[in-house]
């Protein structure tokens, strides 16, 4: 089945440490998105990626870095520079820019 | 002022009902506009997607944009108890560019439909 896959499901980070979300894909999309989502804030763009080695700002990248070497894969980092990493994360990838698919997110936590 | 605003609710209807749920936008150059389901502890879903003014249906859903007054709906004839869950509008300005692909969302509606 084609889809994307979030690992872990659940992330704890000490203070000071820089940790590393997985998002994998095997839909073929060109593009690739990271989100944020707090209670009561939707979702937030952090970072997007139209190309292989290519890769853009979101809304709130501060604290955050990705890297795009290849087409399937789109980790996210998560420094020491962000303050307030508690939240729910969610990749998405895209065929035509417009109908992202999700996929079921990590949810991260400080210790 | 957000660019999109939406009602979190949480909003509780009886099986059975019609179901409504509502956006507002600031921004005039949005263009696409989405629907996304999202259960608990699972990423969104799209549910509808539709350019410009108008209204489309699918099965028990209908979205409806009125680029007038900025103001997008979704609408759930016959909800289901399996219905329940958060809805989030999103929105964009166009398929290309340097804003390729980039999403606004509204801040989410949560639903519970009760048997």
């Known amino acids: 089945d084609g889809g994307i896959t979030q690992s872990p499901k659940y992330l704890f980070r000490k203070e000071g440490q820089n940790v590393t979300l997985s998002c994998e894909q095997n839909l073929n999309h060109d593009a690739m998105y990271w989100y944020r989502q707090d209670p009561g804030q939707g979702l937030r763009l952090i970072y997007y990626s139209q190309i292989v080695n290519d890769f853009q700002k979101g809304d709130i990248a501060e604290g955050y870095s990705v890297s795009r070497e290849k087409k399937e894969s789109f980790p996210l980092t998560v420094t020491s520079a962000q303050k307030n990493p508690t939240a729910f994360y969610l990749c998405a990838s895209s065929k035509d820019g417009m109908s992202q698919h999700f996929g079921d997110g990590t949810r991260l936590s400080i210790l | 002022q957000k660019e999109v605003e939406q009602d979190p609710g949480p909003l509780s209807v009886p099986e059975g009902a019609i179901v409504s749920l509502n956006c507002t936008y600031s921004?005039?150059?949005?263009?696409?506009f989405m629907w996304y389901r999202q259960y608990s502890r699972k990423g969104p879903e799209l549910l509808m997607y539709t350019y410009s003014s108008g209204n489309k249906e699918d099965g028990r859903f209908t979205a409806q944009v009125d680029k007038s007054s900025k103001y997008i709906s979704l609408f759930i004839r016959d909800s289901q108890p399996s219905d329940s869950a958060t809805y989030l509008c999103a929105m964009s300005y166009n398929a290309g560019g340097t804003s390729y692909g980039k999403l606004t969302f509204g801040q989410g509606t949560i639903l519970t439909v009760h048997p």
């Open positions: 921004n005039s150059a949005f263009q696409y």
